[in-house]
T-cell receptor, first 112, second 115 residues
Framework: AQSVTQPDIHITVSEGASLELRCNYS??????LFWYVQSPGQGLQLLLK??????LVQGIKGFEAEFKRSQSSFNLRKPSVHWSDAAEYFC??????????FGAGTRLTVKP | AAGVIQSPRHLIKEKRETATLKCYPI?????VYWYQQGPGQDPQFLIS???????DKGSIPDRFSAQQFSDYHSELNMSSLELGDSALYFC??????????????FGQGTRLTVV
């Protein structure tokens, strides 16, 4: 069964600093990987996704993620964080015939 | 652009009551997913439908049932509500068949509070 682990429950970074959110997955076949962002009381917005091809994927709002099969990871990065990036971030994994399973989420706090 | 519509946005029910949550997918999306997100929790997959048939089942309690109608909207029926059912319920839709090999678009969610 597929599963996702986000090791960091809460991360605090200063505005303008770089960001990396970790995601490790477990899946028996080629995974489909997603990062979603959720602002308080809001729905889930897709930041980016990986299905195949180039292992470095670009998303919205300046985010990118790199798929590393050898490490079963799909870490989310942003070179310079903005205060508006403060939110909850969810990594999710799925497959061709499976529905998505989410990680526990990482809450990002941005210091002025 | 049209998005996934969920109604109601907020719902307050008493224990042992029944609730019905509705989801209207994006036009031409034939797959609908339901997720439950408890306070401070990650979304947990409940159930999904493709072309009006149940396609996958997650951690959905027996007290809950769901269906997808001919117009592709879906309803989640919850009976004998318990305090622990208080959560944000998300619906998502995706086009062109089953599975998450396509992008799932999420609605804003229905916040259910059981008192």
């Amino acid at each position: 069964a597929q599963s996702v682990t986000q090791p960091d429950i809460h991360i605090t970074v200063s505005e303008g600093a770089s960001l990396e959110l970790r995601c490790n997955y477990s899946y028996g076949a080629t995974p489909y990987l997603f990062w979603y962002v959720q602002s308080p009381g809001q729905g889930l917005q897709l930041l980016l996704k990986y299905f195949s091809g180039d292992t470095l994927v670009q998303g919205i709002k300046g985010f990118e993620a790199e798929f590393k099969r050898s490490q079963s990871s799909f870490n989310l990065r942003k070179p310079s964080v903005h205060w508006s990036d403060a939110a909850e971030y969810f990594c999710a994994v799925g497959g061709r015939d499976n529905d998505m399973r989410f990680g526990a989420g990482t809450r990002l706090t941005v210091k002025p | 652009a049209a998005g996934v519509i969920q109604s109601p946005r907020h719902l307050i029910k008493e224990k042992r009551e029944t609730a019905t949550l509705k989801c209207y997918p994006i036009p031409r999306h034939d797959t609908v997913y339901w997720y439950q997100q408890g306070p401070g929790q990650d979304p947990q997959f409940l159930i999904s439908f493709y072309e009006k048939m149940q396609s996958d089942k997650g951690s959905i309690p027996d007290r809950f049932s769901a269906q997808q109608f001919s117009d592709y909207h879906s309803e989640l029926n919850m009976s004998s509500l318990e305090l622990g059912d208080s959560a944000l319920y998300f619906c998502a839709s995706s086009p062109e068949g089953t599975g998450s090999n396509t992008e799932a678009f999420f609605g804003q969610g229905t916040r259910l509070t059981v008192v």
